[in-house]
């Protein structure tokens, strides 16, 4: 791809499109990445790609219950660390939880590519100033984000096969699990499981969306931008969480958009 102008009002989605080509061809995606992320930049398109105050509102449950959980983990799969891989790792540091790589199309070699794609990620995060508000050393706190996956010991119940695989230590004994654009079959037996989910989704009608704790309707490097700044505060609180409302407020951003097309 040729160099895109700063003033291209596409330039994000297309870097964001590119990435993902070269991941591809590096083996770190499934050969469903592509179609998964188009589908997730329509509805983005309707929603006006930008993070609306029902998001921002998710955003903001999402960190009072990340920093209330005792057991904490991220989990991952390949686009969301193609697309968000820094932005993550960040969250986690603050948090102070492991992030675990866990795959729908589970292979060794792709689960080993993109550990180490997160180790380089965590490297050149943890190189970067501290976030504002961040008073304690940052390359410390940064380098000591665990990162999980390829020694999985313990299986999801109610699901079979290779994607009911995960860690002990990351999913397995988790009370909250942040689950950016996850499947509906693995986000129904997390919660069935008795786990908090919270997911990013940009379509407010998937079985994820609609099964989750917490849903996050936004493109998942903007939503984890907005989650670092809530977590460095520390100043959100946990509500009653009402997921259905927030799904339907997303759905009328989404309405609105196609009345006005």
């Known amino acids: 791809m040729g160099d895109i102008p700063e003033s291209h009002p596409r330039r994000a989605s297309l870097l964001a499109r590119q990435s993902l080509v070269e991941a591809a061809a590096e083996g770190?995606?499934?050969?469903s990445a592509m179609i998964a992320h188009g589908?997730?930049?329509?509805?983005?398109?309707?929603?006006?790609?930008?993070?609306?105050?029902?998001?921002?509102?998710?955003?903001?449950?999402?960190?009072?219950?990340?920093?209330?959980?005792?057991r904490p983990v991220i989990s991952?799969?390949?686009?969301?660390?193609?697309?968000?891989?820094?932005?993550?790792?960040?969250?986690?540091?603050?948090v102070g939880c492991p992030i675990e790589v866990n795959l729908y199309y589970r292979t060794p070699e792709r689960v080993s590519g993109l550990?180490?794609?997160?180790?380089?990620?965590?490297?050149?995060?943890?190189?970067?100033?501290?976030?504002?508000?961040?008073?304690?050393?940052?390359?410390e706190i940064v380098g000591s984000v665990?990162?999980?996956?390829?020694?999985?010991?313990h299986s999801i119940p109610g699901l079979e096969g290779p994607r009911a695989k995960c860690c002990w230590e990351g999913i397995g004994q988790a009370d909250v699990v942040l689950v950016p654009l996850e499947d509906g079959d693995r986000?129904?037996?997390?919660?069935?499981?008795?786990?908090?989910?919270?997911?990013?989704?940009?379509n407010p009608l998937s079985r994820t969306?609609?099964?989750?704790?917490?849903?996050?309707?936004?493109?998942?490097?903007?939503?984890?931008?907005?989650?670092?700044?809530?977590?460095?505060?520390?100043?959100?609180?946990?509500s009653q969480w009402n997921n259905t409302a927030a799904?339907?407020?997303?759905?009328?951003?989404?309405?609105?958009?196609?009345?006005d097309a």
């Open 187 to 202: 986000c129904e037996a997390l919660v069935a499981a008795g786990k908090q989910v919270f997911v990013v989704d940009l």
């Open 115 to 139: 550990l180490g794609r997160l180790s380089e990620q965590r490297d050149a995060v943890a190189s970067e100033t501290a976030p504002k508000g961040w008073e304690e050393d940052w390359r």
């Open 28 to 31: 770190l995606l499934a050969d």
């Open 209 to 238: 969306s609609m099964t989750a704790t917490v849903t996050i309707v936004d493109e998942v490097s903007r939503a984890f931008s907005e989650l670092l700044g809530e977590v460095v505060s520390g100043d959100c609180e946990s």
């Open 146 to 153: 665990v990162l999980l996956g390829d020694a999985a010991d």
């Open 39 to 70: 589908r997730g930049e329509a509805f983005d398109y309707l929603l006006g790609e930008t993070t609306s105050d029902s998001a921002m509102e998710a955003i903001r449950e999402v960190a009072a219950r990340l920093l209330a959980a005792e």
């Open 76 to 94: 991952v799969n390949g686009n969301t660390v193609v697309l968000a891989g820094e932005e993550l790792i960040r969250v986690a540091a603050v």
């Open 247 to 259: 799904l339907n407020a997303a759905l009328s951003i989404i309405s609105d958009a196609s009345v």
